[in-house]
Each structure stands twice: as structure tokens, then as C-alpha cells.
């Protein structure tokens, strides 16, 4: 049987950076979805890194994790949520990967003793890691995002590469959609498409001819305007494509929709033109923008705040547990640093009115003691909480000090000679010296305690859910833990790893080793997100109580 060919859209950016191409390039998904089609995406970076989990959240936002434990881009979390599809470590390509692999077959002799050189060799490594995602998926549309701006330097291989991908799998087989600005300027709010102009022209030296331009713009763009850039860029007036700043990024499918973005692609690339199903996003956006119920207030603390990407998934999946529950959550960020020396009264002013409270992850010793202040508060106070990753042993913590009277309780990765390590090194990672991909990464199996609150807000009693972390709890002092009231409700089917923990006569006191806000979705909220929002709307209405079941479950579960 002869395969299919997987249809390629391929999207950069232009003029700026931060522009819009991983929303653009997730909301085309979206749409081609709604329409039938099967698609997968892929994000070719030009940074050196082998992957993202050795960079500075401050600098890259947040490390973002596949259920095969690959550590990404954050696009990649956008891109899951809006398509709704689980993706793997090939939709992930970076400059250092590429080269380690061309270096790697160089070593073994593959190249036969070639001169090996940026052109054939590197595009062609590049070329094969896009061919080979599509054809492993069976996608009826691969959409790869090269990341950076047109201009950089870094990212001159990986356009040569789509440019001769063109050539390989006929022009036919593939769409260009670049997505450039459109600013104004003066105080009448002039609009130029000059910088559109040259950043295409800059694209058509590489060889590029854009078959679609997606306009990130404050205003609207008038036909005028369309017709001047399709003049300039040989671009079809109805493929300029209006992309304006609106509210909500889950409005962008529809708005695009509304544009045609979805239908010139069809159109072009030969796909079936089948009528988009778009009731249930249309139902998103409306519980976004129209919500039934009052907002209600989670603050989520952590130590990099500063940079709102570094806690995107969770940013989102409290959006999505919202949607859920039909109403607003307004997002109040704390960074953990400023609670470290913080007086009780002080801390209690911080969180004081608040509905609910995330503890979010982070590594080393920074905004520790904050976290744990917040914990104690909110445990004390009886307001719901959800502990992520260090955010779960920051609340051990606090449980062994202050329930369990463990004075010095802390964990080896920032206290080695605490008297009572109760978080610790797992035994696995004591021989490992790179940092880089050597964490416990990816979806691993959790089995649920029957009647927890775990097991009911999932409704299932083995789970799979992805992790990335070096530290866990301390089998020496579960037993202690457990006679003082807390109950590992999850735990490795082996019964090694506790996973998830909990307070049974408190409100809602949930915390994770693992990170559910990756499999979250806008149309299907993780449990343990959708749960603490329930809560925080008892708490707020003063009707608080232990959770109750709950129907909504996670893709992953």
C-alpha cells in the first residue's frame, strides 16, 4: 500500500520577535482539525541547546514536557492545547540536535568520506527530521514553525532546508505562511506595512516566496492596505491575512476562520474542503468572555513570577478550569522570594481574600521558605490548595515541621545534613553528572488510593502523568507522616513513589510530584485543576467541604 503524502504548512516569523507564529501555527491546527484532517506539528529551533531543559526559565519560559520526555520549547504546550493531540520528542528540533546527529554519523563513517558541509548534510539532516515526523504520524498535515526572525543568522539552515523541501516534495505538498507586524506610528495612529515589505523581501533572498501573510496588528487593516502589501510582497490580497490583538488567545481560531486562513490552505494544498465543526470552541470563548458564574481569586506562588511564560501551562490550565466550571479565575502571581522573611501576619495580609492557592515548581534553595509559609497558611486556613512538583515537597515540608514536630525538616537538594531529610535524592540519580535530559522525564503510571480524593476527581485508579524531577519523598518518613493525617493517595505501581498527597479533613489539600498542567486542555481541564476551582467557588460562597466527585478527566488519565 502506498503511504499518503503528509501535506506541509510551514510558518516563520518576521520583523519582530515574540510575534505570534506558535499561536498562529496552533490555531491553523485547530482549524484543519475541525475540518477532519489529521495533524501533527513540529517546532524547528535555531539556539545551539540540545534541547530546553538546561535554560533559564527568567530567559526561555518554561520547560515543557512530552509524555516520551522530551524537554521543549513552551509552543509546544500551545500547540497541544489548541490541537488536542499528545506530541513526541520528534516535534522537537534544535540546531544542537541537529548537529550532534551530524557529527554522530560523521564519527561512524556514514558520510563515506565526504567534506561534510552546511549544505548538503545539514539541511538534509533537517529535511529528514520534518519528512520522517510525517510519516511516522500518518498526518494529513505536518505544520512546522521555524523559530526566530527572519534575518538572524542562526536560523539561515533551517530556511535553506524548507526552501528545498519545496523542490523535494513538490510544490504542491507545500504552504508558506509567514507572519509579520504591521505597527503605526504618530499620534493619528499611522499605519505602515513598510517593515511587512522588507521582511518579505528579506524572505525572497533565501529563495522564499510566501504563499500566505498573517498581519499581527492593534488596527484594523483596511482592503487599501491588503492591496498595498499584496502589491509589494506577491502575495494574494485574499491570503493577507488580519491577525488583531484581542483578548483571549483562544479567539484566535475563529477569528482566523473568519479571515479564510483555513480555507486558502485547503484550497491550496488540495486537501478535502469539508465545513468546519466549530460549536465547541465557539462554546470556549463564550465561557471565556461571558462567563455564568463570578471570578473567583487563586493565587499561585513560585520564584520566577517575573516572567509570566514561565508558568504558562499553569496559567492555562487554570483558564481551561475556568472554562469548566464557567466562570472567570483571576490569576494573582507571588513571587515565593518575597514571602521568605515575611512575618505570619505579613503573609497572611498577602493571601488574605484569596479563594485558592497553587504552589508552582522551581528548583534550589530561592523563595523556599516563602512557599512554605504560604502552605502553612492556607493549610491552617483551610483554603484550598494544589502543590506541583516542588511545590508537593515544599508541602511535605511544612506537614513534617509543623504536624509532625520534625525541627529542621527539609530536602538534600538545598540542606545535605538536614537532621531529617524527609525529601531526597532518588536513588537513580546519584551516579549523574550532565544536567541536561537526566531528570526523571516523562509519562509514568500513578495508582490512585480508592475513596481519595484523587481517585474521585479522576475517577480512575491507574493514571499516567508526566514528571520532571530529580527529588522525591522519603520512604523513612512516610509512616510518621501517614499516623499524623496524611495520605499518599498516589503512589508508582510499585509502591516505591509517592506521587500525589493529600489532607482528607481539610477542604481541598491536593499536591502532585508530576506535572498535570501539561495535559490540560481548554475543551477538557485536567481534574486536579478543575477540582480546585470547585473548591475555591465553595470557599468563596462560604459552602466549603471536601471535594465531591468529579465527571471531567484528563486526556492522559
Known amino acids: 500500500m502506498t503511504q499518503k503524502q503528509t501535506k506541509y504548512i510551514l510558518v516563520t516569523g518576521g520583523v519582530v520577535s515574540s510575534i505570534g507564529k506558535g499561536i498562529t501555527t496552533a490555531s491553523l491546527g485547530r482549524l484543519l482539525r475541525n475540518r477532519g484532517l489529521s495533524v501533527t506539528i513540529q517546532k524547528l529551533d535555531p539556539y545551539i541547546n540540545v534541547d530546553a531543559g538546561t ?62 558541509q552546511m549544505i548538503p548534510h545539514i539541511t538534509n539532516e533537517i529535511k529528514e527530521r520534518i519528512v520522517s515526523l510525517g510519516k511516522s504520524s500518518g498526518a494529513d498535515v505536518l505544520i512546522g514553525e521555524i523559530g526566530g526572525t527572519i534575518g538572524d543568522f542562526e536560523g539561515l539552515p533551517f530556511l535553506e532546508a524548507i526552501r528545498q523541501l519545496r523542490k523535494d516534495v513538490g510544490a504542491h505538498n507545500v504552504l508558506y505562511v509567514h507572519v509579520t507586524l504591521i505597527p503605526y506610528v504618530g499620534p493619528w495612529g499611522e499605519v ?59 479567539e484566535c481560531p475563529l477569528h482566523f476562520e473568519a479571515e479564510g486562513l483555513a480555507r486558502i490552505a485547503v484550497q491550496r494544498l488540495g486537501l478535502p474542503e469539508t465545513p468546519p465543526n466549530l460549536e465547541d470552541w465557539i462554546e470556549i470563548v463564550r465561557r471565556i468572555n461571558q462567563p455564568a458564574n463570578d471570578a473567583v481569586k487563586v493565587a499561585i506562588v513560585g520564584k520566577y513570577v517575573a516572567n509570566g511564560d514561565a508558568y504558562i501551562s499553569i496559567a492555562e490550565a487554570l483558564k481551561h478550569a475556568g472554562i469548566s ?27 488574605e481574600g484569596i479563594h485558592g492557592l497553587i504552589v508552582g515548581p522551581g528548583f534550589g534553595e530561592r523563595g523556599t521558605e516563602g512557599k512554605i509559609k504560604a502552605i502553612r497558611y492556607i493549610r491552617e486556613n483551610n483554603v484550598p490548595f494544589l502543590g506541583i512538583c516542588y511545590g508537593m515537597q515544599m508541602a511535605v515540608i511544612e506537614f513534617c515541621r509543623n504536624v509532625c514536630n520534625l525541627a529542621g525538616a527539609s530536602t538534600e537538594e538545598i540542606a545535605p545534613a538536614s537532621p531529617h531529610p524527609v525529601i531526597h535524592l532518588l536513588p537513580e540519580q546519584r551516579e549523574i553528572a550532565d544536567k541536561g535530559a537526566s531528570m526523571r522525564l516523562g509519562a509514568y503510571p500513578c495508582r490512585l488510593a480508592q475513596k481519595s480524593l484523587a481517585a474521585k476527581l479522576y475517577d480512575e485508579e491507574l493514571i499516567q502523568e508526566r514528571h520532571r524531577h530529580r527529588y522525591e519523598v522519603n520512604n523513612d518518613y512516610r509512616e510518621q507522616m501517614a499516623r499524623a493525617g496524611m495520605v499518599f493517595s498516589g503512589v508508582s505501581p510499585d509502591y516505591r513513589l509517592v506521587e500525589i498527597i493529600e489532607l482528607p479533613n481539610h477542604p481541598y489539600f491536593i499536591a502532585t510530584q508530576f506535572h498535570p498542567e501539561f495535559r490540560s486542555r481548554p475543551n477538557r481541564a485536567h481534574p486536579l485543576f478543575a477540582g480546585l476551582i470547585e473548591a475555591a467557588l465553595r470557599h468563596r460562597d462560604g459552602t466549603a467541604k471536601p471535594a465531591a466527585k468529579s465527571s471531567r478527566k484528563s486526556e492522559g488519565s
Request: proline share 3%; with cysteine.
Open 55 to 116: 535554560m533559564n526559565p527568567y530567559q526561555h519560559g518554561e520547560v515543557f514536557v512530552t509524555d516520551d520526555g522530551a524537554e521543549t520549547d513552551l509552543d509546544l504546550g500551545h500547540y497541544e492545547r489548541f490541537v488536542d493531540v499528545n506530541l513526541t520528542r520528534e516535534s522537537t528540533v534544535t540546531t544542537g540536535s541537529i548537529y550532534s546527529s551530524v557529527i554522530a554519523k560523521e564519527r561512524r563513517g556514514d558520510y563515506l568520506g565526504a567534506t561534510v
Open 192 to 250: 505602515k506595512t513598510k517593515p511587512t515589505q522588507h521582511s518579505v523581501i528579506k524572505l525572497r533572498e533565501i529563495g522564499i516566496q510566501p504563499d500566505v501573510l498573517v498581519c499581527r496588528t492593534k488596527l484594523p487593516l483596511t482592503e487599501e492596505m491588503k492591496e498595498k502589501i499584496s502589491l509589494f510582497t506577491d502575495v494574494d490580497k485574499d491570503a493577507v491575512i488580519e491577525a488583531r490583538d484581542i483578548e483571549s488567545i483562544y
Open 325 to 351: 466550571n464557567d466562570c472567570r479565575v483571576e490569576q494573582i502571581w507571588i513571587d515565593s522570594e518575597e514571602l521568605d522573611d515575611a512575618t505570619d501576619d505579613i503573609v497572611a495580609s498577602r493571601l
